[in-house]
């Protein structure tokens, strides 16, 4: 199977877990669009649900293929999460933000009762930190913000290099306006204490480490679908 089929595949798993009446939370990336691409297929066929999308890419697609959404002023308890990751580890601890959309998504799954992620073979690690670490900070006062997290991740015993990151030229923007640092680190050998590191710093909004968030993965691999914790 193709990577995009098998994605489509652990998507396929997640919507067998919606049922009818709940409250979910759309996921953004490519793994989280076949979810949404596929609820929308059972919203078609009767299925009442209602969903509150993690980006503005993710809401024109709902919107686009009919899916009803809320928002969590209107609907603040969810039932369910399904979305991407960019890695997880054996815990379920969860690098998210490739998109730019991880201050909204850990909003959106901290509100839900449970959250599935689902993903193919490859976004499965050991250690997590081969895929570069999203951090959102305001641009005011960059410069400091910027010394103040590399500080960070040296009292967490990590060493990279961090960039702005950008897309056709310019600095890219988040769906709240903000910048990204990404943290290129190899490896991140306590991700407990990283996340609180980050969290006292000044000037960051939020970072991609998910840490007790997930209660479950569906992973699609060549051999089948695998699933780690309780969906």
Same mark, same amino acid.
Not at 156 to 182: H, P, Q
């Given at each position: 199977?193709?990577?995009e089929?098998?994605? &489509?595949? %652990? ?8 049922r ?5 939370g759309? /996921?953004?990336? @490519?793994t ?11 919203v ?9 999308? !993690? ?18 002023d ?15 580890d /054996? ?5 998210? /933000?490739? /998109?730019g959309?991880h201050?909204?998504e850990?909003?959106?799954? @901290?509100? @839900?009762r449970?959250?599935?992620?689902? %993903? ?6 050991e250690?997590?930190g &081969? ?8 641009s005011?006062?960059?410069?400091a !913000?910027?010394?103040?997290v590399? %500080? ?10 961090l960039?702005?990151r950008?897309r056709?030229?310019a600095?890219?923007? !988040?769906? @709240?306006g ?9 490896r ?11 969290d006292?710093?000044t000037?960051?909004v ?6 007790g968030?997930a209660?479950a ?5 060549s051999?089948g679908?695998?699933?780690l914790?309780e969906?």
């Amino acid at each position: 199977m193709s990577l995009e089929a098998l994605k &489509r595949e %652990a998507a396929a798993q997640a919507v067998a877990l919606v049922r009818p009446g709940m409250r979910l939370g759309l /996921g953004t990336g @490519s793994t989280a669009k076949h979810f949404v691409d596929l609820l929308a297929e059972r919203v078609r066929d009767g299925l009442d649900v209602v969903g509150v999308p !993690t980006s503005e890419a993710t809401r024109a697609q709902a919107e686009r293929l009919g899916v009803r959404l809320t928002t969590l002023d209107e609907t603040p308890e969810l039932d369910l999460t399904v979305d991407g990751a960019d890695e997880i580890d /054996g815990a379920l601890r969860l690098i998210k /933000g490739g /998109g730019g959309a991880h201050l909204r998504e850990k909003i959106v799954a @901290s509100a @839900s009762r449970r959250m599935v992620v689902i %993903a193919d073979e490859t976004k499965l690690v050991e250690t997590l930190g &081969r895929f570069p670490l999203p951090i959102e900070v305001v641009s005011f006062g960059l410069g400091a !913000t910027r010394r103040a997290v590399e %500080a960070a991740l040296a009292e967490a015993g990590c060493a990279g290099t961090l960039t702005v990151r950008e897309r056709d030229g310019a600095a890219f923007r !988040t769906d @709240s306006g903000n910048l990204i640092l990404d943290a290129a680190l190899g490896r991140i050998p306590d991700p407990e204490r990283l996340a609180e590191g980050l969290d006292r710093v000044t000037g960051v909004v939020e970072h991609g480490l998910f840490i007790g968030l997930a209660t479950a993965a569906i992973l699609a691999t060549s051999q089948g679908v695998k699933v780690l914790g309780e969906p």
